[in-house]
């Protein structure tokens, strides 16, 4: 994949203005059209900060693609019409750039950083904080990956995908500047498009094929540490795009079963953090870190990891953030198997959830809707050995969950077959866990497999039962992981 570069004559590409989106307001005013947008969302459910500058942002077309909230609401409030219909272009495009409005330049082409000119740092664009899609990224690339997955896996599209910071045919691209010369706002955008990259691609197919590709970029990143910066502001992004690259690298170690790796750069990214005095990357360190405590067996780890958390994390004005922190309690509250403990966390995170979306909220927390909350929650439930209550959240969660996010529909079923394996309902555990082997020439998670070995153990004694040999015999026939 050749990348496009911009240079010193080239300025960045102009917003789109969303004619289509402009049409469907016709004769009201942004704050009219608002208050109709905020109005269907109490319809679904859904609670949406609208006024009449997020309006004018989209029609603008500052606002390339909105978060899942905004999209349920408008396909309500536009029935029959799709994202595009409405001018909006396709999720796949823009995923989870987070906005900012700084005094440098996030260039709207990733420059290759050896060929980065200083001169691009006089450049100013705006990126809004309300909505986690709003970006400009090249639609070519995306079909690039697209064709890079039909033709060669997961893998291929890490790839393909990971820019100046990937890997192509096993060969670090060197992202370093040249002796002598720090590291500036084109360095600092890359980086941060191999996390958004990176987080996309796991999203949609796991993280087995990913993890080893994703480790050079890391490497990269700390060098460009130690090639310092043109200015504070680019030092600092350099910093929180080093950590929360770790931190996806750690996750997909996590996720690929690599616990010790995992706990590697989860403490490296809590030290970047705290050399950086960066409360947000700090807390979601420590997230991450309750998180795996949880899955290794550690539950009084986990328990102190997430109110670690949640003391970085009060400063940073998030209800979601502290939700899904509560949620990371609750978790080890279950291992440590004091109920009390889980409910009142997960009375907590409930509580906090239902307070709505914020623009303080991180752009990695795009993931974190009420399918997860849902999911978190029935994962607890199995813990305590609740299942049939872990069945009901479970269920709700793959419900719920929006088609993008691939991985995690797998992942909620397979705990759905579980929870029924386990709670006395074969035949309706085979039919779950026949939906999640369907999903599995998309997503390699080694979590998702060990989940479905564990089930097929609990159901062999049920073989005979309806569709359970059916699924006995095809999740014997998985190919094994290493």
Known sequence: MTSS?????????????????????????????????????????????????????????EIRCPNYAYERVFLHLFPGRTLADLGFAPRSSVRGRGARETDEALPSHTTSP????????????????????????????????????????????????????????????HAVPRPGRRAGVSE???????????????????????????????????????AGATRQTTADRLYTGAGELAISVGWLAHDSGRFDDARSHYAEALATARMSGDPGLEAHAFCNTAFLARDA???REAVRAAQAAQRAARGVGSPRLMS??????????????????????LARAQALYERGPSDTDPEWMTFYGEAELEGLEAQCW?????????????????????????????????????DLA?????????????????????????????????????????????????????????????
């Open 422 to 482: 386990r709670g006395g309902r074969p035949d309706e555990a085979a039919t779950a866990g026949l939906r999640v082997l369907d999903l599995l020439d998309e997503v390699q998670s080694s979590r998702i497999q060990t989940m479905l070995a564990g089930t097929a153990r609990v159901l062999l004694p049920h073989r005979r039962a309806s569709g359970v040999s059916a699924f006995l015999e095809r999740h014997a026939s998985l190919p094994r992981t290493a």
């Open 114 to 173: 050896m060929h980065a000119s200083p001169e691009t740092e006089g450049a100013h664009e705006t990126y809004d904080t309300q909505d986690p899609y709003d970006t400009h990224q090249d639609d070519e690339e995306s079909d690039v990956q697209r064709r890079a997955f039909m033709t060669g896996g997961t893998a291929t599209v890490a790839a393909a995908s990971l820019g100046p910071f990937g890997v192509a045919h096993g060969s670090v691209a």
């Open 5 to 61: 570069t911009v240079t010193s004559s080239q300025s960045p590409r102009p917003a789109r203005p969303n004619l289509a989106f402009r049409r469907l307001r016709a004769q009201r005013s942004p704050a009219e059209f608002a208050a109709l947008v905020r109005r269907a969302a109490r319809e679904i459910g859904e609670r949406v900060s609208c006024d009449a500058r997020y309006v004018g942002r989209v029609e603008a077309g």
């Open 324 to 345: 899904l922190l509560a949620l990371r309690e609750a978790g080890g509250w279950a291992g440590l198997a004091d109920r009390a403990g889980v409910e009142q966390a």
């Open 188 to 226: 600092a955008g890359a980086l941060e498009e191999a996390v958004r990259k990176i987080r996309l691609l796991d999203d949609r197919h796991g993280a087995d094929g990913l993890y080893r590709r994703a480790s050079a970029p890391l490497r990269t990143a700390y060098e460009l540490l130690d």
């Open 297 to 299: 067996g550690r539950p």
């Open 382 to 418: 199995s813990t305590l050995g609740d299942w049939p209550r872990a069945a009901r959240h479970a269920r709700r969660a793959a419900d719920l969950q929006d088609p993008h996010f691939t991985r995690n529909i797998a992942l909620y079923t397979a705990e759905l077959a579980d």
